[in-house]
């Protein structure tokens, strides 16, 4: 059984890279390649959080850099290898919790192949939020070990790196000042519930690195933040017809999916096992023996799932988003993790549990395969990784590249020596002005007309430079483009 489990869970992690790491995913955008690009230009302390935002702290470039200098993979590559590894470990520590080898199959399948609405996991900071945070629950499970307890240096060691994880989950998330609070509030809930208050908790090493992460961690983000190009208030509530309105909107996706309106057949089909899964979990929830360990766990990710859904669904940001699947998707991985702990604790007859486990493999099977349905057959339409549709602009040579936000960035991260590419300037999206330096310091310029131009105009007036046209318009990399001059 341990051999085929490894293979499977080998087999679904090299099938997710294959698919949506940055080297393959077909629906790669401008947002991806940036963190691509914040490899190959990286700079401290400048590049503390993504280009021009202050929010999703830049872990996977600083990571990064060990592939990219030290062992000379392109940016593209470092960015892939990089991103997989966090979501490996965050796996492998969240599939400590379960006791069954078949759970930790269905919890791959969850994390690594995540249903088309929720594909951010493998894509942006949630994955990473929550490796960080379960690479941090494991290590202090770890941490309790009589080994370790009697070991004073691997305790401080052990603690050290719970810390350091834990203030870089909320630099790469603000949403993961959320999960450490509730993940510190439920340990000191039962630890008072097992142990009476006392002064000799005033020994306790955990209480002093809390207390030091605490200063360190608002110190350091508040530091990260204070140097970023734009402030932005993500933190303000809606008002109570705002709220409204967001519960509207919300109603009416569920609606759409569980009616097969959202052109998404897989995921409305999903949508029903997974309500037959919570049936069928209410019914057997007698049948669940938890021990303190477990409750702990589950009460955690319950109460994770409950509160960041919460707090989303007031948030005037999520509101003015139009209320995006995306921002769920802490809910879909806390929710779904705990729904694995309280089924890894069902005691019932082998029958019954046949019948779930089932319906479960059914389930996450629909859910994971939607989204290559999808993007196969609805958008973009093709498997095609999109960095190798950007790479036949190397056919220009060294060239630099105008354009609307979504087509500029991506054309550049496949190879950043040789295309330069930035947004126009009328965009609120130029997200570094040194790369649009470099863009009108080559010597051809190339102009991309898609999602921002009618027709190529005779001339453009850009960041202060006039451009003429210099022939005829072609296709290429799926883009139509006209090459452009400067007047000096």
């Not at 994390?111 to 690479?135: E, K, N």
Request: contains cysteine; hydrophobic residues 50%; aromatic residues 18%.
């Amino acid at each position: 059984m341990k051999k085929i489990f490894y293979i499977a869970i080998g087999l679904i992690f090299l099938l997710s890279f294959r698919f949506y790491s940055s080297l393959f995913y077909p629906v790669l955008n401008s947002d991806n390649a940036v963190t691509i690009l914040m490899i190959h230009y990286f700079k401290l302390p400048q590049d503390l959080y993504f280009w021009g935002q202050d929010r999703m702290g830049s872990l996977i470039p600083l990571i990064g850099q060990i592939f990219f200098k030290i062992f000379n993979f392109s940016a593209l590559a470092s960015e892939s290898i990089t991103h997989y590894l966090i979501l490996l470990l965050g796996f492998l520590s969240f599939s400590s919790f379960l006791k069954s080898h078949y759970l930790k199959i269905i919890f791959a399948l969850v994390w690594f192949f995540p249903p088309m609405r929720l594909i951010d996991v493998t894509q942006f900071s949630f994955g990473i939020h929550y490796s960080l945070i379960a690479i941090s629950c494991y290590l202090f499970v770890y941490s309790k070990k009589e080994k370790i307890q009697n070991n004073l240096l691997l305790r401080h060691i052990i603690l050290s790196l719970i810390t350091i994880l834990l203030i870089a989950s909320i630099w790469v998330s603000d949403m993961a000042l959320v999960s450490v609070f509730l993940l510190l509030a439920v340990l000191v809930y039962f630890y008072l519930k097992t142990n009476k208050f006392s002064y000799s908790l005033l020994k306790k090493l955990e209480l002093y690195y809390t207390s030091v992460g605490f200063v360190i961690g608002y110190m350091f983000i508040h530091y990260a933040k204070s140097i970023s190009e734009k402030r932005q208030d993500y933190t303000t509530f809606s008002n109570i017809d705002t709220i409204k309105q967001t519960f509207v909107i919300f109603g009416n996706t569920i609606l759409d999916i569980l009616t097969f309106k959202a052109n998404e057949p897989f995921t409305s089909v999903y949508s029903y096992f997974v309500l037959c899964i919570f049936t069928l979990l209410i019914l057997q929830i007698k049948n669940i023996k938890l021990d303190n360990t477990a409750k702990k766990w589950i009460l955690f990710f319950l109460f994770d799932a409950a509160f960041l859904f919460g707090i989303i669904i007031v948030s005037n940001w999520t509101f003015l988003n139009d209320v995006p699947w995306r921002y769920f998707t802490c809910t879909y991985i806390s929710l779904s993790f705990a729904l694995l702990l309280l089924l890894d604790n069902l005691n019932i007859r082998s029958k019954h549990i046949k019948i779930i486990k089932t319906v479960l493999l059914i389930t996450v099977f629909i859910g994971g395969a939607g989204t290559l349905y999808n993007i196969k057959y609805i958008w973009p339409k093709t498997l095609t990784p999109r960095v190798e549709v950007a790479r036949e602009f190397e056919k220009l040579g060294q060239i630099g590249i105008i354009s609307e936000y979504w087509n500029s960035y991506i054309t550049s991260c496949p190879n950043p020596d040789m295309i330069k590419a930035t947004p126009h300037d009328s965009t609120w999206a130029v997200r570094n002005y040194e790369i649009v330096e470099e863009v009108f310091a080559q010597k051809n310029i190339y102009v991309i007309k898609d999602m921002w131009l009618q027709s190529f105009p005779d001339s453009l007036a850009e960041f202060g430079r006039i451009l003429i046209k210099d022939g005829n318009e072609f296709r290429i990399g799926d883009c139509d483009v006209c090459k452009y001059k400067k007047i000096k």
